[in-house]
């Protein structure tokens, strides 16, 4: 029956409870809704499961090659192309332990101590901490929903120095759940080239967009474009792979892809990606996309659930996310220290949301909390039936 994979029997809250770490179901008290990591509570498609049961049941379990299994990179190579538009070819993927590792594994190649790197502020802790390990510097330009290109584009001149060397994106945005349009992308992009920097583009909510909006990857936007950026994806998001951890680094330039190899240190074995999880994303991208579907479907109802449950609290300001399955609402009218409301949440509801602290979003992201909404209906109508008198008695109070 279609939708049968999410409905609220399919997802198996005892199993989560033992399972789902992460700031989620295992680490929460028996008692407490986790709506905090971005991380499906339901079963991955029936695609992946046949298909990585058929490969255990061979028995095998060899070394792979280090820069990911030839069906691993031929296959994301075309879903690139078919999907995005970016003519990849295989040799130009890399395999790593997730989108998260990827994104360090870039910076380490590409940046020196002292080196800046542009960063949206707010954007997801994973940008500043990722630059931080390299030993360079994060240097926040605020954006918001409504930020224009022309905007956007000044902020980044009134912050470049002779230190500058990157630009990083992320597209669609967490956690605004904006989808940049393509001449956004543009305006920021060409600039970046025009000042010789390289772009780094997180795409690893590609997939999950709601119409009319849609994912345009920076590497689509112009060939003098693509030879300066590296495409960062995963299957956490749209296949439900987190635990598997597999990502992949996509780029063009064959130094910069050498140089980034090289940093992910795959070829002395002593790094690499699971096998097991390579086939898992090979199966996803292969015969997945029927359940993909169904899942969007899924998160569209999802979210105008929770746009709409917002939408009745006093004073709550938010926006419908074009992209991505959590919403981002401001209730700094409630209480301006969102790591102190999501404690009373905790406590008084027993519901668990992630604050708009700066540990995890950035400055910008003050008096926000993010809530994720990759949930079942029942689980998130429970979640907001337990929020809203809380949220009541303390509008009533101010």
């Not at 992946?48 to 379990?61: K, S, Y």
Request: proline share 8%; hydrophobic share 45%; with cysteine.
């Amino acid at each position: 029956m279609a939708g049968a994979e999410f409905s609220d029997a399919a997802v198996p809250r005892e199993l989560l409870r033992r399972r789902a770490y992460n700031l989620r179901w295992a680490q929460q008290p028996d008692d407490v809704i986790p709506l905090t990591a971005a991380d499906s509570d339901f079963p991955v498609s029936p695609a992946v499961r046949e298909r990585l049961t058929q490969f255990v049941a061979d028995g095998l379990f060899n070394y792979g090659p280090p820069e990911g299994l030839p069906e691993f990179r031929a296959t994301l190579a075309q879903w690139y192309t078919e999907r995005r538009g970016v003519p990849y070819e295989p040799t130009a993927v890399l395999a790593t332990d997730s989108a998260a590792a990827a994104m360090t594994v870039v910076a380490r190649a590409s940046l020196a101590p002292g080196d800046e790197v542009l960063i949206p502020d707010p954007v997801d802790f994973l940008f500043e901490h990722a630059i931080r390990r390299a030993g360079a510097i994060p240097v926040r330009v605020p954006l918001a929903p409504k930020t224009t290109a022309t905007d956007y584009v000044a902020a980044l001149g009134a912050r470049l120095t002779s230190r500058t060397r990157m630009v990083w994106l992320c597209n669609p945005h967490n956690p605004w759940g904006t989808v940049p349009t393509r001449r956004w992308l543009q305006a920021v992009a060409r600039w970046a080239v025009r000042h010789r920097l390289r772009l780094l583009s997180d795409e690893v909510w590609a997939d999950i967009t709601y119409p009319p909006h849609r994912c345009t990857s920076v590497a689509a936007l112009a060939p003098e474009i693509a030879a300066q950026t590296v495409t960062i994806y995963g299957f956490s998001k749209n296949f439900a792979l987190a635990g598997l951890r597999v990502g992949a680094v996509l780029c063009t330039d064959p130094t910069w892809r050498e140089e980034i190899v090289t940093a992910a240190d795959v070829r002395s074995t002593a790094a690499g990606v699971s096998v097991l999880s390579q086939v898992a994303a090979v199966a996803a991208m292969q015969a997945g996309e029927p359940w993909l579907a169904e899942f969007l479907s899924h998160l569209r109802k999802q979210r105008d659930l929770v746009l709409g449950r917002l939408r009745r609290w006093p004073g709550v300001a938010t926006r419908p996310p074009q992209g991505t399955f959590v919403a981002f609402p401001d209730l700094s009218r409630l209480d301006p220290d969102a790591e102190h409301l999501c404690q009373h949440f905790e406590h008084k509801a027993k519901v668990a949301l992630v604050p708009g602290s700066p540990r995890w979003f950035g400055p910008g992201a003050a008096g926000h909390v993010r809530i994720s909404f990759a949930t079942s209906r029942e689980i998130l109508t429970e979640a907001f039936d337990r929020l809203d008198p809380v949220v009541f008695e303390l509008a009533s109070g101010r």
